[in-house]
């Protein structure tokens, strides 16, 4: 039993369409099925029906991100060790949303809402199965491999680490602690074998920092920051990169706020992989390895 990995994002978007038209242009995701409020998303490297939805609401955010588990028993299992964790869980029955079987629903101590799925519409990807070439005809805007990771702010990054630890049976690549030792003020984890694939840093609870996308290389950051800059996205941090992970990123925003990143590289995790510390007094270099210090909009810019 397990979980595999990081399976969606569902964003609050303001402006449905434009939003659509971003995700769908710029960054480069297929449009794989729409309902009154919600469109729904894949990159062109992932197998299942979506891994993003975006959501019509009144201010911008992430309503729940969602993990998929390895067998359909799983939900039982993790359900008990969710409630004897002492979190609320509720049941969202299938096709609540297009293309998704059951799943469960619970609200982590920073106020997020995580789901746990397993069954979900298979599509496949335009590359096929069998003798395929390495990426297919006419590809759009960034065109990510995949949705890599989510990062959101809350108070107490000690119980939600407890949590992905000890219930999920995910691992902590990387902390931030303040220079005391006392207080973690920043949560990296990991349950596939990537740097992070959810991660928290202290601020206000329930909200986005970033949702990530992963793209090969260096040269991809770089390239992504060209097709933003010719399409007027707004850029808060140009091609660099991050100590934490050793990340090579960039970061923008959509038209609603949230902001994105396209992710490439960072190093690759086992599950005895030991956990790295930053102390807070280096916290720039941790997140710009060479700019060696955060802007303002990092920490205030939240949805
Ligand atoms: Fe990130």
Not at 59 to 66: E, K, N, T, V
Not at 237 to 259: A, K
Request: net charge negative; charged share 30%; proline share 4%.
């Amino acid at each position: 039993m397990g979980v595999m990995r990081l399976g969606r994002a569902e964003l609050r978007v303001m402006d449905l369409e434009k939003s659509a038209e971003y995700y769908k242009n710029i960054i480069g995701l297929d449009e794989t099925a729409r309902d009154g409020e919600r469109v729904y998303l894949k990159a062109w490297d992932e197998y299942d029906h979506h891994s993003v939805v975006l959501k019509k609401a009144d201010s911008p955010g992430i309503d729940h991100l969602a993990f998929k588990v390895e067998r359909s028993d799983d939900l039982d299992k993790f359900e008990s060790k969710i409630e004897q964790f002492g979190l609320t869980l509720t049941r969202v029955s299938n096709r609540t949303r297009a293309g998704e079987g059951e799943a469960i629903r619970f609200q982590l101590p920073t106020g997020h809402f995580v789901e746990l799925y397993h069954e979900i519409e298979f599509l496949g990807t335009k590359t096929g199965t069998l003798n395929p070439h390495p990426w297919p005809d006419g590809l759009r805007g960034i065109a990510p491999h995949r949705l890599d990771h989510v990062l959101m702010t809350g108070d107490d990054l000690t119980n939600t680490t407890r949590f992905f630890v000890d219930v999920l049976d995910f691992r902590q690549s990387e902390k931030i602690m303040t220079v005391d030792g006392e207080q973690m003020v920043g949560s990296f984890m990991f349950k596939t074998n990537t740097a992070h694939d959810i991660a928290f840093i202290k601020g206000p609870d329930a909200k986005l920092h970033h949702c990530a996308f992963h793209v090969d290389n260096w040269y991809d950051v770089l390239k992504a920051a060209d097709i933003l800059t010719r399409h007027e996205v707004p850029i808060e941090v140009t091609p660099t990169r991050h100590g934490i992970t050793r990340g090579e990123t960039i970061y923008f925003f959509d038209p609603s706020g949230n902001r994105n990143e396209a992710f490439a590289s960072g190093y690759i995790t086992y599950p005895d992989f030991p956990t790295i510390t930053w102390t807070e007094d280096k916290i720039g270099q941790g997140i710009f390895y060479h700019r060696r210090e955060l802007m303002e909009s990092f920490v205030k810019a939240l949805t």
